[in-house]
């Protein structure tokens, strides 16, 4: 294969697996959108906008991999489920996506289930499994959330690059001669060194946001707690 960029372009998957995975994305995005009415408030739905133009500004920079011989960028599926959660944060990437891929010819149009499966849905859904866990494990500091954004990202972005060994598999158009397990390894590696990057992109715009406003960030949402008002009788009446 000529390039293992992870939008996938018209003719890399044929025609029956693509609207398979097509249809799928529908309808995880529609339960999505179900799920995100539950979420928005004052303060998530402008974030949800924000995040979504920040995602798409910054998958604009590629960074070289030289290594590899290719460059990357940001994914953006941690960094939206940090910011505004896993059903917000699917759909803000998934805007992305169908923007670029009408607009920017970036990814085919034909191929966008597939494109929205691996990096809206599998990487976003990846990143905020391991946020939460990660964040009821580490230490409640700045650090511990560093570490959090950038182990998630990371591992998000190589979760999103075996999804798409997976449709290869099922429908991929140029015969690898059974050389699946090289296609796996190759993109995982890859990917990996690409993940680096986006660690460090997401960690570094997490611990700016929560440093400013850690109301915004939705994944420290529930380790704050709020204590409630308790009414405290007075002796000789209410004053």
């Given at each position: 294969m000529q390039t293992l960029a992870m939008h996938i372009s018209n003719g890399i998957i044929n025609g029956p697996v693509a609207a398979v995975f097509g249809a799928l994305a529908l309808a995880a995005l529609a339960?999505?959108?179900?799920?995100?009415?539950?979420?928005?408030?004052?303060?998530?739905?402008?974030?949800?906008?924000?995040?979504?133009?920040?995602?798409f500004a910054v998958q604009?920079?590629?960074?070289?991999?030289?290594?590899?011989?290719?460059?990357?960028?940001?994914?953006?599926?941690?960094?939206?489920?940090?910011?505004?959660?896993?059903?917000?944060?699917?759909?803000?990437?998934?805007?992305?996506?169908?923007?670029?891929?009408?607009v920017f010819g970036d990814g085919g149009v034909a191929m966008l289930g597939l494109n929205i499966t691996n990096m809206a849905l599998l990487g976003t859904a990846a990143a905020y499994l391991l946020i939460a866990l990660l964040l009821r494990v580490?230490?409640?500091?700045?650090?511990?959330?560093?570490?959090?954004?950038?182990?998630?990202?990371?591992?998000?972005?190589?979760?999103?690059?075996?999804?798409f060994v997976l449709q290869y598999a099922l429908g991929g158009t140029t015969d690898l001669g059974g050389n699946l397990a090289g296609l796996a390894g190759t993109m995982a590696v890859v990917h990996l060194l690409i993940g680096i990057g986006e660690g460090l992109i997401t960690a570094t715009t997490v611990l700016t946001v929560a440093k400013v406003r850690p109301d915004l960030v939705y994944a420290l949402r529930s380790r704050r707690a709020v204590a409630p008002a308790v009414a405290v009788p007075v002796a000789g009446g209410v004053r």
């Amino acid at each position: 294969m000529q390039t293992l960029a992870m939008h996938i372009s018209n003719g890399i998957i044929n025609g029956p697996v693509a609207a398979v995975f097509g249809a799928l994305a529908l309808a995880a995005l529609a339960f999505c959108v179900l799920r995100a009415r539950a979420d928005l408030d004052d303060r998530l739905a402008p974030m949800a906008g924000l995040v979504a133009a920040f995602i798409f500004a910054v998958q604009m920079l590629n960074f070289p991999i030289f290594t590899a011989g290719v460059s990357g960028h940001l994914l953006g599926g941690a960094l939206a489920a940090l910011l505004v959660g896993p059903w917000v944060g699917a759909l803000c990437v998934a805007v992305v996506l169908v923007v670029q891929a009408l607009v920017f010819g970036d990814g085919g149009v034909a191929m966008l289930g597939l494109n929205i499966t691996n990096m809206a849905l599998l990487g976003t859904a990846a990143a905020y499994l391991l946020i939460a866990l990660l964040l009821r494990v580490l230490p409640r500091t700045r650090a511990g959330l560093a570490v959090t954004a950038f182990v998630s990202a990371l591992v998000s972005v190589v979760v999103a690059s075996q999804g798409f060994v997976l449709q290869y598999a099922l429908g991929g158009t140029t015969d690898l001669g059974g050389n699946l397990a090289g296609l796996a390894g190759t993109m995982a590696v890859v990917h990996l060194l690409i993940g680096i990057g986006e660690g460090l992109i997401t960690a570094t715009t997490v611990l700016t946001v929560a440093k400013v406003r850690p109301d915004l960030v939705y994944a420290l949402r529930s380790r704050r707690a709020v204590a409630p008002a308790v009414a405290v009788p007075v002796a000789g009446g209410v004053r």
